[in-house]
């Protein structure tokens, strides 16, 4: 939950004045309703005793004009209590992190650390799933052209370099195989398990047929259980407890 209020701007649309509350980390617009009823409401009354000051002789005129022009739907700037209802129409989008203590909004902010994600201990896995996301987009658009073999060549061929690597159960940073820590957050790191062909012994690198003799890999079903907690996944991608990434 946010302590202090967004960086904002007054704007109006012709229906009176609203504010515009920014991310400090993606600038994400956030805007508050203008107070349409409000603005209805001292519309009416403004036009009604303008008309009734203008029948007035000499400075009737001049008093309606000044009437009029002080119209909300007019007007680009708001007072301290506007402002503040506002705020408190979307303050509930922004949150500060305790490291930063930048405003963010939900797209930048990981709920389950309490940290913004550029400052969560997750932000391995949460890089990790941005990137999966993003392959599905362009693994979709890649098959609408034609291509959907070329993008899953390359997704397995990722996938396969992914598991020669060690891997941290914390933030889920990869390093090359031998690494013994973590080089984001130093905890003790799993190394890549020996995937060899039971025929002639030759790595097989997750391959479904050996390089080298092409006999076919057979290989047990991943384990459901987190390697970090112990608990089950129940074939999750991420385990439900801790937020390691499974298998």
């Known amino acids: 939950m946010a302590t202090r209020m967004a960086r904002y701007d007054v704007r109006n649309d012709g229906v009176g004045p609203y504010a515009v509350f920014y991310c400090d980390r993606c600038s994400r617009e956030y805007r508050s309703q203008p107070d349409v009823k409000a603005t209805i409401q ?104 034609g291509l959907g073999d070329v993008v899953k060549n390359a997704a397995e061929a990722a996938k396969r370099g992914a598991s020669m690597a060690a891997r941290c159960p914390k933030d889920g940073t990869l390093a090359k195989p031998g690494t013994k820590f973590c080089p984001e957050c130093g905890a003790e790191m799993i190394q890549p398990a020996v995937d060899a062909c039971p025929k002639c012994g030759a790595p097989t690198a997750g391959a479904k047929f050996c390089p080298n003799c092409g006999a076919k890999i057979e290989r047990a079903a991943a384990s459901t259980k987190c390697p970090n907690c112990g608990a089950d996944a129940k074939g999750a991608k991420f385990c439900p407890e801790c937020g390691t990434k499974m298998g």
């Not at 992190?97 to 949460?126: E, Y």
Request: proline share 4%; hydrophobic share 35%; with cysteine.
């Open 42 to 145: 001292k519309d009416v009354g403004r036009n009604v005793l303008g008309g009734f000051l203008r029948n007035i002789p000499v400075v009737g005129g001049a008093v309606a004009s000044g009437v009029e022009r002080d119209n909300p739907r007019y007007q680009y700037s708001m007072d301290q209590q506007q402002v503040e209802a506002a705020w408190k129409q979307v303050v509930d989008v922004f949150h500060e992190c305790p490291t930063c203590h930048q405003l963010v909004c939900n797209s930048d902010w990981d709920a389950q650390s309490g940290f913004c994600t550029d400052d969560s201990p997750r932000r391995g896995q949460i890089a990790e799933a941005q990137a999966e996301q993003a392959a599905g987009v362009m693994k979709g658009l890649a098959s609408a052209f």
